[in-house]
T-cell receptor, first 114, second 116 residues
Framework: AQSVAQPEDQVNVAEGNPLTVKCTYS??????LFWYVQYPNRGLQFLLK??????LVKGSYGFEAEFNKSQTSFHLKKPSALVSDSALYFC????????????FGTGTQLKVEL | GAVVSQHPSWVICKSGTSVKIECRSL??????MFWYRQFPKQSLMLMAT?????????EQGVEKDKFLINHASLTLSTLTVTSAHPEDSSFYIC????????????FGPGTRLTVT
């Protein structure tokens, strides 16, 4: 069965420090991978996607993610965290030929402190 | 671009009544819309996939007679929760996929349903 895993429920980081939010996937075929961010009582905002091509994907608000096929990972990164980055982050995957359906990870709460 | 709206943003209803939630793509056409349910501090659970002009495809375990989905046009899908019960209280989020082009789904702001 296809799945997306986010092993950390919460990540704490100091403002100005680099941040990493982890995501691994378990799928057959070529995965399309996405990162979304959710603020309290709001819908999800698209950050970035990996479809094909360069393994390093750059997205909104200074975020980037690296697709690593050998490690089946798609970790979200930012060189310098901001307090305003504090939110709930979801990794999601879509399988080619999977009917356009997304499978979401369980989410990681990012807290950036001064 | 790629804005999706939902209406209402929150609703309180009594047990046994029905509630309709609208999902609109404001600046693009969407052949496919998706309905999700999110419980507090949990991930999104896909309820159904809605294609314009055809019947929705429901995920396993989702009652299609309880959660009625209509996708009447390329910019509007509705979810009606029929005979609502307190356990239906949740955050309902829709998303829309462009008619053509990129692969990402664009999400609405969500609707908070409380059934008393």
């Amino acid at each position: 069965a296809q799945s997306v895993a986010q092993p950390e429920d919460q990540v704490n980081v100091a403002e100005g420090n680099p941040l990493t939010v982890k995501c691994t996937y378990s799928v057959s075929g070529n995965p399309y991978l996405f990162w979304y961010v959710q603020y309290p009582n709001r819908g999800l905002q698209f950050l970035l996607k990996y479809i094909t091509g360069d393994n390093l994907v750059k997205g909104s608000y200074g975020f980037e993610a690296e697709f690593n096929k050998s490690q089946t990972s798609f970790h979200l990164k930012k060189p310098s965290a901001l307090v305003s980055d504090s939110a709930l982050y979801f990794c999601a995957g879509e399988i080619t030929g999977g009917g356009n359906k997304l499978t979401f990870g369980t989410g990681t709460q990012l807290k950036v402190e001064l | 671009g790629a804005v999706v709206s939902q209406h209402p943003s929150w609703v309180i209803c009594k047990s046994g009544t029905s509630v309709k939630i609208e999902c609109r793509s404001l600046d693009f056409q969407a052949t496919t819309m998706f309905w999700y349910r999110q419980f507090p501090k949990q991930s999104l659970m896909l309820m159904a996939t809605s294609n314009e002009g055809s019947k929705a495809t429901y995920e396993q375990g989702v009652e299609k007679d309880k959660f009625l989905i209509n996708h009447a046009s390329l910019t509007l899908s509705t979810l009606t929760v029929t005979s609502a019960h307190p356990e239906d209280s949740s955050f309902y989020i829709c998303s829309a996929r462009r008619l053509a082009g990129s692969y990402e789904q664009y999400f609405g702001p969500g609707t908070r349903l409380t059934v008393t």
